[in-house]
């Protein structure tokens, strides 16, 4: 069974940064992509971004390229997600997501692709 518990969330204000940390409960942890996703109030889920189980490969959302950067340690079984140049519309609700599948060597979008999900951080940005 695969737990991932997210921290790091707050309140911030437009321009601001944060970093959320996602720490997975499981030893296989490096054979497994993550996924970022987020969910706003009446809106559905979304892709964030996610990385590789290497970490060698990233893929980000259009809305957040540039501004977000994903990054793992697979030693202390832990994805990152470090947030700059925060907007109002990125309020949210961040989720970090673990593909079930081992090595893959490709990062997927769809939520549904993805077995283990934390309980959610709250990312609220002030204009």
């Known amino acids: 069974q695969v737990q991932l518990v997210e921290s790091g969330g707050g309140l911030v204000q437009a321009g601001g940064s944060l970093r959320l940390s996602c720490a997975a409960s499981v030893r296989t942890f490096s054979s497994f992509a993550m996924g970022w996703f987020r969910q706003a109030p009446g809106k559905e889920r979304e892709f964030v971004g996610g990385?590789?189980?290497?970490?060698?490969?990233?893929y980000y959302a259009d809305s957040v390229k540039g501004r977000f950067t994903i990054s793992r340690d697979n030693a202390k079984n832990t994805v990152y997600l470090q947030m700059n140049s925060l907007k109002p519309e990125d309020t949210a609700v961040y989720y970090c997501a673990a593909d079930p599948q081992p090595l893959l060597s490709i990062v997927r979008r769809r939520g549904d692709d993805y077995d283990y999900w934390g309980q959610g951080t709250q990312v609220t940005v002030s204009s």
């Open positions: 990385i590789s189980w290497s970490g060698g490969i990233t």
